[in-house]
């Protein structure tokens, strides 16, 4: 028997993790959109990868360090 309560929390949980997932997205594609050429449109894609993957070695080895 499951806690109705508990769905709930889960389903908002859910529904407020996506809306901010597209959000995000639909920053980077407008950004990606705004380049003028082929070229820059995938230099500006490499940049965010490489800002979001050094933001999470920074936040998995902090927190590594208060395990």
Same mark, same amino acid.
Request: hydrophobic content about 45%.
């Given at each position: 028997?499951?806690?109705?309560? +508990?769905? @709930?929390?889960?389903?908002? =949980?859910?529904? %407020? #993790? ?6 995000? +997205? ?6 990606? #959109?705004?380049?003028?050429?082929? =070229?820059?449109?995938? %230099? ?7 800002? +979001? $993957? ?10 590594? @360090? $208060? #395990?």
């Amino acid at each position: 028997m499951s806690d109705p309560v +508990i769905e @709930n929390e889960m389903r908002v =949980r859910y529904a %407020a #993790e996506r809306a901010q997932r597209r959000l995000t +997205i639909g920053a980077i594609r407008a950004d990606l #959109e705004a380049q003028p050429s082929p =070229r820059s449109v995938l %230099a500006a894609s490499r940049r965010w990868c490489a800002e +979001i $993957t050094a933001m999470a070695d920074a936040m998995a080895k902090q927190l590594r @360090n $208060t #395990e």
